[in-house]
């Protein structure tokens, strides 16, 4: 487990946040903190509302009732380009890279918003254009050593196998600088050795960077392993808090993965 | 055993009998394969960034010819009427972007193409109310004098075209491999949600690309214009796009200029070698015959991926 006193304050705050989908309440007024440079994971069965919380958070889907409130602004919603501007980068279930575009390429769009030019100066292959396409190149490169993907900086990822999607998927967030890191279930699908070099990432990331990491992971090993901290979903709402030692003796949340009271 | 001769024997003794006429032959086909590429070019740019197929292509070559036709009669400059159609064109994409996609963000593939067919018919009307409908002359300056080279007849006008469509695709893939905002819009096509998480602009991206396809249909509009008038049959030159786009791929850039020419060269060879034995004017339908063959063996297009379904 990382050190405990690395932690600071508050720096997210998901305030009794709803979102409904038809007749599913994917959320029921969930709230919970999350502390600058902490870990923290988000647990639940199946269809239990992890990656709508996600979505809440960066903007994908809008919260009906409830507010989020990141660096101290309180927000009812957020829009998605906002999210990413104010130091939130994610990845996703279901990987979504630019499958016909390079690691190097997909990684360089992580950098999109830290481009000081604007739009138009970046349609030029001259002059300061040029210049700063480099500066953001450096930066990529180091995240790409950092993940140890030197060998297949030049393939398209959509030919890369799926551990490795995942890794270059991470390498894009990275590359945006987060404050705060969102992973859905970084380690899905992944052999042995694959988690081992994840979980090491996301600790070193942690470690060196200072990253608030909020994930999801399925993996309850992995979860004791990593986490400062573990909230657990189910049906939508929120059952337990607390550290991973508090949440694995739960009694509510044993039932809810026994599958006991519904 | 007369028809065999007549379909697979005589045109190519032709062929052969005179290979001078055959590479001007050749030669003339590309330069007009040159043309179908621009306009495939145009969709292709919109389907692949935005994923709808942009039934209004036509329309707005034709009204960028119209405007420019209309701006040079009004008297003005060929250089400022050309900077101010860009503008036009630009100024259309913006409002394509704000009025029709923004509004239909996340609606299926065919209630955009149904918008596009409004938009289609909306730029075909504005074009007309604001220019009239008779067939207008487009000159903007460029020669066009045949002249022989090594005993083959070749246009100056023509020779520009291919100079002018070259350095466009030239650019345009510099502008989509090597620039920041080339990769945002190749990211874009690739995946709309990652792409809005790395905080891309989407409808920034929007307006680019429909700008950009506005000034190769201005291009297309141009070449096209100055060789048969400017006139509202330009807009059919749309249908001749997909042939086109069903040999080169929706999606493929090096697709739609390859497509292009091989339709131009085909079309040329089949008219000239073939015509007789059909009784003439094959030029119209051999494109939509060989996208058709085409489409039994290579449904993907010469340069799109082999789509394997997920079960
Ligand atoms: N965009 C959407 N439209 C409709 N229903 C949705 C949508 N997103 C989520 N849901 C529903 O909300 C519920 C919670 O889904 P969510 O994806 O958040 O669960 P999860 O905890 O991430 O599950 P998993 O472990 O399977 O990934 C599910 O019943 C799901 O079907
Ligand atoms: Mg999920």
């Not at chain 1, 994908?60 to 919603?77: A, D, L, M, V």
């Not at chain 2, 006429?21 to 070019?41: C, D, K, N, Q, R």
């Amino acid at each position: 487990m990382s050190p405990r006193n690395k932690i600071g304050d508050v720096l997210l705050a998901v305030d009794g946040v709803s979102i409904s989908f038809g007749g599913v309440r994917a959320l029921d007024k969930v709230s919970f903190d999350v502390r600058a440079h902490e870990i923290l994971a988000i647990i639940g069965p199946n269809g239990a509302g992890k990656s709508s919380m996600l979505n809440c958070i960066n903007g994908f889907y809008h919260p009906q009732e409830g507010s989020i409130t990141f660096k101290g602004q309180r927000r009812r919603q957020m829009q998605t380009h906002e999210a990413a501007l104010q130091g939130i980068a994610r990845t996703f279930q279901n990987i979504a890279l630019f499958k016909g575009m390079s690691t190097l390429d997909n990684i360089m769009t992580g950098r999109n918003l830290k481009m000081k030019r604007n739009f138009l100066w970046q349609a030029l292959y001259f002059g300061p254009a040029l210049r700063e396409e480099l500066e953001h190149r450096a930066v990529v490169e180091n995240v790409i050593d950092f993940l140890e993907i030197e060998s297949i900086r030049k393939t398209p990822v959509g030919r890369l196998p799926y551990g490795l999607q995942k890794r270059v998927e991470l390498g894009r967030a990275l590359a945006a600088e987060p404050d705060l890191l969102l992973l859905d279930e970084p380690m899905a699908g992944m052999n042995y050795e694959e988690k081992e070099d994840m979980v090491r990432f996301i600790l070193d990331v942690n470690d060196e960077f200072g990253t608030t990491i909020v994930l999801i992971e399925h993996d309850m090993s992995v979860v004791m392993d990593i986490s400062d901290r573990v909230v657990v979903l189910d049906y939508g709402r929120k059952i337990a808090e607390g550290t991973p030692d508090q949440v694995r003796v739960n009694q509510d949340v044993i039932d809810a993965y026994l599958g006991v009271g519904h | 055993m007369d028809l065999w001769n007549v379909l697979f024997v005589a045109p190519f003794a032709d062929m052969i009998g005179s290979p001078r006429f055959l590479l001007e032959v050749i030669i003339g086909g590309l330069l007009t394969g040159v043309m179908y590429s621009l306009v495939a070019l145009g969709f292709v740019l919109i389907f692949k960034a935005s994923g709808v197929f942009n039934f209004a292509q036509g329309a707005m070559v034709l009204f960028a010819a119209l405007t420019l036709v209309g701006l040079l009669e009004h008297g003005v400059q060929v250089l400022f009427a050309l900077a101010a159609t860009g503008i036009i064109m630009v100024l259309l994409a913006i409002a394509i972007e704000r009025l029709i996609l923004s509004p239909l963000v996340n609606q299926e593939g065919i209630i955009l193409f149904m918008a596009t067919i409004g938009l289609d018919f909306v730029l075909r009307g504005a074009g007309q109310i604001a220019w009239g409908s008779n067939v207008k002359p487009l000159d903007v300056g460029i020669p066009d004098k045949p002249f022989e080279v090594a005993g083959i007849l070749l246009n100056s006008f023509d020779l520009f075209a291919a100079a002018i469509a070259a350095v466009l695709v030239t650019v345009l893939a510099v502008f989509f491999q090597k620039t920041g905002v080339g990769r945002a819009l190749r990211a874009v096509a690739d995946d709309h949600q990652a792409a809005l998480s790395v905080g891309i602009p989407l409808r920034t991206i929007w307006a680019i690309v429909w700008s950009v396809a506005g000034i190769v249909g201005l291009v297309a509009g141009i070449m096209w214009g100055a060789k048969s008038g400017v006139q509202f049959s330009l807009s059919l030159i749309a249908l001749k796009a997909l042939p086109v786009l069903i040999l080169g791929g929706f999606t493929s850039v090096p697709g739609a200029i390859i497509g292009g020419l091989i339709i131009g060269v085909g079309e040329k060879i089949a008219e000239i070698y073939w015509a007789p034995p059909f009784g003439g004017a094959i030029e119209n339908w051999f494109a939509y015959m060989l996208a058709l063959v085409f489409l039994l063996f290579r449904p993907q297009g010469l340069f799109g991926e082999r789509i394997i379904e997920r079960v």
